[in-house]
């Protein structure tokens, strides 16, 4: 296996230099499309998360002072989407449209579900 991809002693090898430099070429071709591959989707990870993050932390801005609470965020292709729990009168979406904005979390569009919560203590009396 060596032998035939240029990595055996000359002497030994029946690959001629040519094909070994031509070999050696290609791999380091090949190398550096995979890195470069690699680091553009890991750059897309990082980027996708700190836009969750962004769009996490307005979602808890927004919801401050009410009896809500963020249950789901989801960002797909620009598409935010939210889950929300709890009971009472539900905040006013303007202003987490507002607060997104201004963010740099670059929506297309946003969608918020409302899931009425009831809490119940099981506390022994």
Do not use: H
Request: proline share 2%; hydrophobic share 45%; aromatic share 6%.
């Amino acid at each position: 296996m060596y032998l035939l991809m240029g990595l055996g002693a000359k002497s030994f090898s029946v690959v001629s230099d040519k094909a070994r430099k031509l070999w050696y070429t290609i791999v380091a071709v090949c190398a550096v499309v995979l890195v470069s591959l690699l680091f553009n989707e890991s750059v897309g990870v990082l980027r996708t998360s700190m836009q969750e993050r962004a769009a996490q932390d307005a979602a808890v801005a927004w919801l401050e002072g009410t009896d809500y609470r963020v249950v789901d965020l989801t960002l797909d292709e620009g598409e935010l989407y939210i889950q929300i729990a709890g009971t009472g009168a539900k905040p006013p979406l303007s202003k987490l449209a507002r607060s997104l904005e201004g963010s740099e979390v670059g929506l297309t569009g946003l969608s918020v579900s409302v899931v009425d919560e009831r809490r119940i203590s099981l506390s022994e009396e």
